[in-house]
C-alpha cells in the first residue's frame, strides 16, 4: 500500500477545507459565549418537567434573546428537563433584574431553585480572551521546541516540528470553521469548555503524528531506506493499526460522554471529537507528506503539470 505518493491529492483536500473553514470564519465570525462577551450565568432546577422551547420562549418575552440554554442532559419526559443552565449574553444581571427575571420564570412556567448565580463583567471577559489566546499560542510554541528538541538528531529537526504543528493548526481551523457555521445556523457558542477541547486536540493531534515521525527515526536507524519518502510510507503503515485504534476508542468515549453527561460539556466533546477524526487525517496524510514535500523540494513542482509526476514514489 503506497500512501505518500497520492500526497498532492491530501494537500488539495486539506487546503479545500481550509479555504471553506476560513471563509465561514471571515463572513460569520465565531459567537463567543458569556465567558468571552460577558453577561450571566443561571442554573436552576425546576419542581416539574419544562420543555427547552417554553423556557426560550419565555426568556425571549422578557426580552433576553442573545442567550444559550443548556439542559441538564436528563430528560424527565419527550424533551422535558428538570435542570437548565442559562446563559444570558452582553447583560449582566444585578439584583433587580434577576429578582424580576426569577419571579415571571416562576410565575409563567413553575418554581424552581436557582443553584448558581454568576455575572462575568466585561473586564473579566477580556481578561479571559486574553489568557485564553496566550495557553493557546504557549502551548503551540512549547510543543514546536520540544519537538525539534526530541528530532535533533534527525535531518533539518524544525522540518519536522513544524510539519507537526502545521497538522495541529489544520485541525484548529477545522474546528473553529465548524463552530462558526453552526454558531450561524444553530446558535453554537465558544466557551471554556471549548478551549479545554481545543487543547486537549493538541496532545492528540501531536501524539499520532510524533508516533509516525518517532517511527521513521527507528526505520532510518535500522537501514530500511535512506530515501525520505519510502521511509515515510513504511513508517506510516507500521503505525496504521496503532493510531487509528487509539482514536477509535478514544472517540467512542466521547460520544458516550456527550450522549449520556449533556449539554454542560457538549462544546469539550464535540471540538474533541473533530480534532479526533482530523487528527487521524493529519497524522497519516498530512504533516508525513508535508515533510517528504519539503525535504524533497517539490513545492514548485506542485505548481506545474509536472507535480503530479513528482509526487510518485521511486520504487
Known amino acids: 500500500m503506497n500512501i505518500v505518493n497520492k500526497r498532492l491529492w491530501y494537500f488539495l483536500i486539506a487546503g479545500f477545507l481550509t479555504i471553506i473553514c476560513i471563509a465561514s470564519l471571515v463572513a460569520f465570525g465565531i459567537k463567543p459565549g458569556v465567558e468571552f462577551s460577558s453577561g450571566s450565568i443561571l442554573n436552576i432546577t425546576f419542581d416539574q418537567p419544562v420543555t427547552e422551547t417554553a423556557l426560550i420562549q419565555e426568556l425571549n418575552n422578557l426580552g433576553y434573546t442573545d ?7 436528563n430528560a424527565v419526559a419527550q424533551g422535558q428537563y428538570l435542570g437548565y443552565n442559562i446563559r444570558i449574553n452582553a447583560s449582566s444581571l444585578d439584583e433587580t433584574q434577576k429578582t424580576q427575571l426569577t419571579n415571571n420564570l416562576a410565575t409563567k412556567l413553575g418554581a424552581f431553585k436557582t443553584n448558581e448565580f454568576d455575572n462575568i463583567s ?15 499560542i504557549v502551548a503551540m510554541v512549547a510543543m514546536l521546541i520540544y519537538i525539534a528538541f526530541a528530532f535533533r538528531k534527525m535531518p533539518s529537526p524544525f522540518k519536522y516540528a513544524i510539519c507537526a504543528i502545521a497538522g495541529m493548526a489544520f485541525d484548529i481551523i477545522i474546528a473553529l470553521g465548524v463552530f462558526s457555521l453552526c454558531g ?11 478551549i479545554a477541547g481545543l487543547l486537549a486536540v493538541f ?3 501531536v501524539d499520532n503524528t510524533i508516533i509516525v515521525f518517532d517511527r521513521m527515526r527507528e526505520n532510518m536507524a535500522k537501514g530500511v531506506s535512506q530515501d525520505i519518502e519510502i521511509l515515510a510510507n513504511h513508517s506510516i503503515i507500521e503505525t496504521l493499526g496503532r493510531s487509528f485504534n487509539t482514536s477509535i476508542t478514544t472517540i467512542i468515549t466521547l460520544v458516550v460522554l456527550f450522549v449520556f453527561v449533556g449539554s454542560t460539556i457538549q462544546n469539550f466533546a464535540i471540538v474533541f471529537l473533530m480534532g479526533l477524526v482530523s487528527g487521524m487525517f493529519t497524522s497519516t496524510f498530512l504533516s508525513p507528506e ?26
Open 67 to 73: 442567550l444559550l440554554i443548556q439542559n441538564d442532559g
Open 184 to 194: 450561524r445556523l444553530i446558535g453554537w457558542q465558544i466557551d471554556m469548555m471549548f
Open 290 to 315: 508535508l515533510l517528504v514535500s519539503w525535504q524533497k523540494k517539490e513545492w514548485g513542482s506542485f505548481s506545474g503539470r509536472s507535480g503530479l509526476e513528482t509526487a510518485k514514489v521511486k520504487s
Open 122 to 136: 466585561p473586564m473579566i471577559a477580556t481578561e479571559t480572551t486574553r489568557n485564553s489566546s496566550i495557553a493557546i
Open 203 to 205: 496532545g492528540f493531534s
